[in-house]
């Protein structure tokens, strides 16, 4: 008796929000539009596509006319459309709504273009709580793919394993398993295809599920692919999920051990930093009562904000996240109805870390404070959508968000520099005590106690912070608790986030007495009151200004080849008898 050898050859493309033109389009040269043209020759060898919203979009934008001959594919059954969340998040940090608002938008799309809903979803990156279940099925679909690592391998398959189903609370989905492994070498290496066959050569019914890697394939290593793929006998069946999907009977019921992203939260401050503005945004959107077409346009700007990609890597692209927080102050201004929002400041547990931060909100500008360190942590521009405190430190092994008026007492002589300064004290890892909030006057009064032990220890902090009018600003009081001369240097260390770092894009003057003078990276200028950057593709200025003259050094920081953020580094000499005090103000303030 003859048994066939089902194969459910696969395929998944996305590139996320805020990807340049160019990676679109070497993605779509290199391997999607090889990819769907050869296939539309070999009409015996099916496949299931899974390409993001985000891209699809961009092609349908770019080059509509690859979406005639998906038409065509899809019209003849030859290739399945996977449907999913339309901005690729990652589905398990999302709420219960997004999911669902994701994947409907995503299956719309799909509908409205190609005329058909679609019945299998993609998960990305394979992150699976047991709680998708839901949440998939409210929205229609019937099947899903996970790796088949998560699956026990059955021993009377040879190590493939079959699709499943899976529960959740009464709700069921099939789920089969996908063999990513297989798929790395199938298109370079015939004899790759020969290793599968012979593994799966039937004693019984065979199913396996290959998704093909990415990379490298060009169209000529299509072409002889599907040749040989065409050329295999009749006993080996390419099909779609959708085609196996119907004929399914007494499939086993299985549950799977969650491959959860929530590590990376703890792991990450950047993504944590990220998931918590995204909870935030989520939250205030909710607020919107009445008017469904603004609601929505928030929605669809946060979601935005929740590729799975922002959640992977430790090290995230400056660029995506820059995008991604782009997207959520825009869902926020949307949000906010014009005219009738009221300046605040506010304690809210933003970052969900179990403690209340300080949030400081005008009509153009959000800045957020914590009480370690009492230093702001985002500073939100709203009229042009930018976070210039979306920073992290590639000296950090923890990848730790940084902060501007991050404090430093430094001993004289001190030249500050991207990593750590020996000997200072670093008070931006201090807890500060949070003396007195003024929520009619948008105040907040901040107090570092002395600290026995510890360089220049003998000092005692209290820094006073207030918006008015969108001018931030902070007045320091330093105190010598101690019975002996202190003399160091004060570092209020500033880290901004600005699009670019080259000259044509970022400006930067060093102000005495109303005179400007250019200021370059590295070098240290003396005595001035004030500082100017001009951040050319947000059309803004940033003026820091202070009551005291002061010295400055300015430094950008780098992770590789990317531009991440610029280091402001303020120097002010003080020489403090016991009991003496020194008191200094700093403004910042951002106009477009």
């Keep these: 008796m003859s048994f066939k050898i089902h194969i459910v050859l696969g395929v998944h493309g996305h ?21 769907i043209t050869t296939l539309y020759t070999f009409p015996r060898v099916n496949m299931v596509l899974h390409y993001s919203g985000v891209l699809l979009y961009w092609i349908e934008r770019r080059h509509p006319e690859l979406f005639m001959i998906l038409e065509e594919l899809l019209a003849r059954k030859q290739a399945e459309l996977l449907g999913g969340g339309f901005y690729e998040p990652m589905m398990p940090l999302l709420a219960p709504a997004d999911k669902v608002g994701q994947i409907e938008m995503f299956t719309t799309y799909l509908r409205k273009q190609f005329g058909k809903r679609p019945q299998g979803c993609w998960i990305p990156r394979g992150c699976w709580e047991q709680n998708l279940v839901g949440p998939l099925t409210a929205c229609g679909m019937s099947y899903t793919f996970l790796d088949d690592r998560y699956f026990e391998a059955d021993p009377k398959a040879k190590g493939f394993v079959q699709p499943c189903i899976t529960e959740d609370q009464g709700k069921l989905i099939t789920v089969f398993p996908v063999s990513f492994g297989l798929g790395k070498g199938l298109i370079q290496d015939e004899t790759a295809f020969e290793s599968l066959r012979t593994a799966l050569w039937p004693e019984q019914e065979r ?6 890697a990415q990379g490298n394939n060009s169209e000529t290593g299509y072409q002889k692919f599907f040749e040989f793929l065409s050329s295999q006998d ?28 929530r590590r990376i939260l703890v792991d990450c401050p950047v993504a ?35 590729d799975s990609h922002l959640f992977d890597h430790p090290q995230i692209s400056s660029s995506l996240r820059k995008a991604a927080y782009q997207a959520l102050l825009e869902a926020e201004k949307i949000a906010r109805e014009k005219g009738k929002f009221t300046p605040s400041l506010s304690i809210f547990d933003y970052d969900l870390d ?25 500073l939100d521009y709203l009229p042009k959508a930018w976070n210039y405190l979306d920073a992290f430190s590639p000296h950090s092994g923890d990848k730790k968000a940084r902060q501007a008026f991050t404090d430093f007492l430094a001993p004289l002589g001190t030249v500050p520099d991207a990593g750590n300064m020996p000997m200072a004290r670093c008070c931006g890892a201090e807890l500060f005590e949070a003396a007195e909030i003024d929520r009619p006057r948008r105040k907040a009064f901040f107090h570092l106690p002395p600290v026995p032990g510890c360089p220049f220890g003998a000092i005692e902090i209290d820094k006073c912070w207030q918006i008015k009018k969108n001018v931030l600003s902070v007045r320091y009081v330093l105190k010598n608790t101690g019975s002996e001369n202190e003399r160091f240097i004060f570092i209020p260390r500033l880290d901004l986030s600005f699009p670019k770092n080259d000259e044509a894009f970022l400006r930067i003057f060093a102000v ?27 059309e803004t200025i940033l003026a820091l200004e202070s009551n005291r003259h002061f010295d400055a050094r300015v430094i950008h920081e780098w992770e590789g080849p990317e531009y991440q953020f610029t280091t402001i580094f303020p120097m002010l000499s003080l ?7 020194w008191e200094a103000d700093f403004s910042l303030k951002i106009n477009s």
């Design 354 to 378: 179990g403690e209340g931060e300080y949030l400081f909100q005008d009509d153009k500008l959000n800045c957020y404070i914590k009480a370690e360190g009492a230093g702001i942590f985002e």
């Design 15 to 35: 590139l996320p929000n805020g990807s340049g033109e160019d990676k679109f389009e070497a993605l779509y040269n290199a391997e999607i539009k090889p990819l």
């Design 512 to 538: 005495r007495e109303g005179a400007k003078e250019a200021l370059q990276p590295g070098e240290i200028l003396r005595d001035m009151n004030g500082l100017e950057f001009g951040d050319v593709e947000n």
């Design 575 to 581: 020489s403090l008898d016991p009991g003496k005090s």
């Design 272 to 306: 944590n930093g990220l998931y918590s503005k995204t909870i935030y945004t989520h939250g205030v959107i909710n607020q919107l009562r009445g008017d469904k077409v603004r609601k929505r346009t928030a929605l669809e700007e946060l979601w935005k904000a929740q």
């Design 234 to 261: 009749a006993d080996i069946d390419f099909t779609t999920s959708a085609k196996i999907h119907k004929s399914l009977r007494f499939s086993e019921k299985r549950y799977f051990s969650a491959n959860s992203p």
């Design 207 to 212: 199913l396996v599920t290959v998704f093909l």
